[in-house]
């Protein structure tokens, strides 16, 4: 599967890159540190279920554990 696109155009979902001029979007959020639109409620899936995957592989980076909030 393909990451979403890192300068994905404002205009254009940035899941699947389909054009989200003149209120064609779904919807708009704020995501590390910019604006990404979406198209469409499946595009929107991808995206939450690609910052879980993001989040867990970052969560689990083969770090040890020392009881608390840090790794080693």
């Keep these: 599967m393909n990451e ?3 300068s994905a155009e404002p205009d254009t979902c940035a899941v699947c890159g389909k054009v989200t001029a ?3 979007g ?3 959020l704020q995501a590390e540190g ?3 639109e ?3 409620p499946m595009c ?3 995206f939450q279920d690609r910052q879980a995957q993001r989040q867990a ?3 689990s980076d ?3 554990y020392l009881g608390w909030d840090e790794k080693w």
């Design 4 to 6: 979403p696109a890192a």
């Design 22 to 24: 003149n209120g064609r």
């Design 26 to 28: 779904y919807m708009q």
């Design 34 to 36: 910019r604006m990404i």
């Design 38 to 40: 979406l198209c469409c």
């Design 44 to 46: 929107l899936k991808v």
């Design 57 to 59: 592989e970052e969560d």
């Design 62 to 64: 083969g770090g040890k």
